[in-house]
């Protein structure tokens, strides 16, 4: 059974540091990503990482202040957050893509974890 179970969410204050988790198991994956929704929003792509070479992408909007990595021997990927504005404020969502090129999108995902960022 895949599973993606996510961790790390909570109230922080603006400024501050968040570091979220997603543990994986049940099968492997060539990407992982994380992707974040607030309230009367749509999804949103936070961060990526290739699983074989480390290689990131993230969107402007947290580039420079987010951060993802994986741990290969724990199955885990981390997404730290720092210097978190009030707009970081959202449920965030670990997704992976199980195909071979990790380009056919995200077929598994998390149950989410909520992030709130008071100003």
């Known amino acids: 059974q895949v599973q993606l179970v996510e961790s790390g969410g909570g109230l922080v204050q603006a400024g501050g540091s968040l570091r979220l988790s997603c543990a994986a198991s049940?099968?492997?994956?060539?990407?992982v990503g994380w992707f974040r929704q607030a309230p009367g929003k749509d999804r949103a792509f936070v961060a990526s990482?290739?699983?074989?070479?480390?290689?990131?992408v993230y969107p402007d909007s947290v580039k420079g202040r987010f951060t993802i990595s994986r741990d290969r021997l724990k199955n885990t990927v981390y997404l730290q957050m720092n210097s978190l504005k009030a707009e970081d404020t959202a449920v965030y969502y670990c997704a992976a893509d199980s195909s071979p090129g990790g380009n056919t999108g995200y077929d598994y995902w998390g149950q989410g974890t909520q992030v709130t960022v008071s100003s």
């Open positions: 990482i290739r699983w074989s070479g480390g290689n990131t």
């Open positions: 049940g099968r492997t994956f060539s990407r």
